[in-house]
C-alpha cells in the first residue's frame, strides 16, 4: 500500500507564492517519478510539472518560469513552488508518483487526494 499526503495548498492574491508538499509513503521500493496535476472547475486534469528519477523536469508551458518542481528522494517528497501566480492558476492540485511497489514488478500510478489553491484578483 503505498499513500501520497499533500500540503501547502490554500488562498493567495495575484502575484503570490505558495509551495505545495508531497510526501510518499508505503511499501515502496522505488519510485519512477513524482509530479504534480491540476483540476480548475469545469475543465480535465492537467499536468503542471513532473521530476523523474534522473532530476529531470518538465512544466506546462504555462506555468514555465514561474513554478519550480524538486525532489528529496531521500524521503521521497517532491514540493512546488508556485511564484507569480494569477487566478488562472486557481484548482486542485493533485500529486502523482509512478511506484514501484515492494514485491512487485512494474511500476503503478498513485494519486494524493488533492489540496485547493485558489489565487484571487
Known amino acids: 500500500q503505498v499513500q501520497l499526503v499533500e500540503s501547502g495548498g490554500g488562498s493567495v492574491q495575484a502575484g503570490g507564492s505558495l509551495k505545495l508538499s508531497c510526501a510518499a509513503s508505503?511499501?515502496?521500493?522505488?519510485?519512477?517519478?513524482m509530479g504534480w496535476y491540476r483540476q480548475a472547475p469545469g475543465k480535465q486534469r492537467e499536468l503542471v510539472a513532473v521530476i523523474t528519477s534522473g532530476g529531470m523536469t518538465s512544466y506546462t508551458n504555462s506555468v514555465k518560469g514561474r513554478f519550480a518542481i524538486s525532489r528529496e528522494f531521500a524521503k521521497n517528497t517532491v514540493s512546488l513552488q508556485m511564484n507569480s501566480l494569477n487566478p488562472e492558476d486557481t484548482a486542485v492540485y493533485y500529486c502523482n508518483a509512478l511506484v514501484v511497489p515492494n514485491g512487485m514488478a512494474r511500476a503503478m500510478t498513485y494519486w494524493g487526494e488533492g489540496t485547493l489553491v485558489t489565487v484571487s484578483s
Open positions: 508505503g511499501t515502496i521500493f522505488s519510485i519512477n517519478a
